[in-house]
């Protein structure tokens, strides 16, 4: 089946450093998520991408939809404490238009 | 999002014992799905429902079942609960009606563990 790379696995970061990460894969898509998910919670949708090159801000949060579709980054900018959390890509699985397949997440952790 | 409810919260079981986890949605949403979520798994489906007629199994539908009751509502069991089912279990929402159809929204999650 198809498979997300999410890197990296996990981030350990100082407050008010930019962080970055991404996901990869070697299928084509033409939709790219990207969600949170805090401690004890369920994953929350940041943004969404739909073209490829696109680039979509969410306050802080700014994500990129590859130009290639194999793959999508998402940035933050001056980190904040409130930024801890799983962060997870996601795109529409196995060609169906309902199902998503996800990584598997990236760790950040912000020290204050 | 309290969008989609989910309960119990948390919920302590023996094994071999019937469980069943419940979801809602005030969305208006036709399409619910469940996951499991492992540390270093990440998310996996385990099923998913168009309407209320429709059921269809995910990728680790082993040992689950499902009842989607009313376009709301969307029950998981687990017939005979084993402890390699201690997960968090979330329930999912989406949209087919809309452009965004692929979004999902996902509920708070329930903390399963087996003994």
């Known amino acids: 089946g198809q498979q997300l790379n999410q890197s990296p696995q996990s981030m350990f970061i100082q407050e008010g450093e930019d962080v970055s990460m991404n996901c990869t894969s070697s299928s084509i898509f033409n939709t790219w998520l990207w969600y949170k998910q805090d401690p004890g919670e369920g994953p929350v949708l940041l943004i969404a991408?739909?073209?490829?090159?696109e680039l979509t801000s969410n306050g802080r949060l700014t994500a990129q939809f590859g130009i290639t579709r194999k793959d999508s980054f998402l940035n933050i900018s001056a980190s904040i404490p409130s930024d801890v959390g799983i962060y997870f890509c996601a795109a529409p699985a196995g060609g169906s238009n309902y199902k998503l397949t996800f990584g598997k997440g990236t760790l950040l952790t912000v020290n204050p | 999002d309290a969008d989609v409810t989910q309960t119990p919260r948390n919920r302590i079981t023996k094994t071999g014992k019937r469980i069943m986890l419940e979801c809602s949605q005030t969305k208006g949403h036709d399409r619910m799905y469940w996951y499991r979520q492992d540390p270093g798994l990440g998310l996996r489906l385990i099923y998913y429902s168009f309407d209320v007629k429709d059921i269809n199994k995910g990728e680790i539908s082993d040992g689950y079942s499902v009842s989607r009751q009313a376009q709301a509502k969307f029950s998981l069991s687990l017939e005979s609960a084993i402890p390699n089912q201690t997960a968090l279990y979330f329930c999912?929402?989406?949209?087919?009606?809309?452009?965004?159809?692929?979004?999902?929204?996902f509920g708070p999650g329930t903390r399963l563990t087996v003994l």
């Open positions: 991408l739909y073209k490829a090159g």
């Open positions: 999912a929402t989406s949209d087919t009606s809309v452009s965004s159809y692929n979004e999902q929204f």
